[in-house]
């Protein structure tokens, strides 16, 4: 028994150091005010976006980093609802479950969802809730970028058209920067829910940083104080 046990032992350990990398538990953590994420959302599509800081181009690797995402009110996002019966037979959808009729229905609201992701079919397109699309671009100390010294331009792509946007904005760490345009900033600025599933990116709750050449930004704090990953 105990041969087979230190047999059992050696191989696993050449098994995990082989095929597993076998995690040590230690982490390398840098603070938020290391980073800026910067994002564009648009009603108007957008083709394609390129971010730039004095002059350098940032986030034009070939990652998921800078791709394109859409926000809309999707029908195929629904939440439970809890119906007290009023007869024996169960409503089409629903569930009998301790007495309550539990039925799954759609609430309104924007969703963010990848390319890959979104149907439009899906999206309940009204006044309210209109089909944003948008890129994301996160800036970190990876980056070769000297942040609360640069300033944000971006180049904007759209129906074979180029927006070219120069801003008087020194992009600080530690926040994420909304750039919309001017046009679409009010019904942007009305949500009081959060359209992009981030608790620190409200749109009601921004700060406005001025609007340059036809698109407006706006900033608020990152609310995680460090991230961390695995050495």
Wanted: aromatic share 12%; glycine share 6%.
């Amino acid at each position: 028994m105990q041969k087979l046990s230190i047999i059992s032992l050696v191989l696993t350990t050449a098994f995990c150091g082989l095929f597993c990398g076998c995690y040590d538990g230690e982490m390398e953590c840098y603070d938020s005010n290391q980073y800026v994420f910067l994002r564009i959302v648009s009603i108007t599509n957008i083709d394609s976006v390129h971010f730039i800081l004095n002059d350098q181009r940032v986030c034009n690797k070939e990652t998921s980093i800078n791709q394109k995402w859409f926000l809309c009110n999707d029908s195929t996002k629904k939440v439970p609802v809890y119906i007290q019966p009023s007869s024996d037979s169960v409503p089409s959808g629903c569930e009998l479950r301790a007495g309550l009729w539990i039925c799954m229905e759609h609430n309104d609201g924007l969703r963010r969802l990848q390319s890959f992701e979104y149907n439009p079919d899906n999206c309940v397109v009204s006044q309210a809730y209109p089909i944003w699309n948008g890129f994301f671009c996160e800036v970190g100390p990876f980056d070769d970028v000297e942040l609360g010294k640069s300033k944000l331009s971006l180049q904007v792509f759209s129906d074979e058209k180029e927006v070219r946007i120069e801003t008087d904005y020194v992009v600080a760490g530690g926040y994420n920067v909304n750039i919309i345009p001017e046009q679409d900033s009010s019904m942007w600025f009305s949500y009081k829910n959060n359209p992009l599933d981030l608790i620190d990116n409200v749109p009601d709750r921004t700060t406005r940083n001025g609007c340059y050449d036809g698109y407006c930004v706006a900033t608020l704090p990152i609310v995680k104080e460090k991230f961390c990953y695995d050495k």
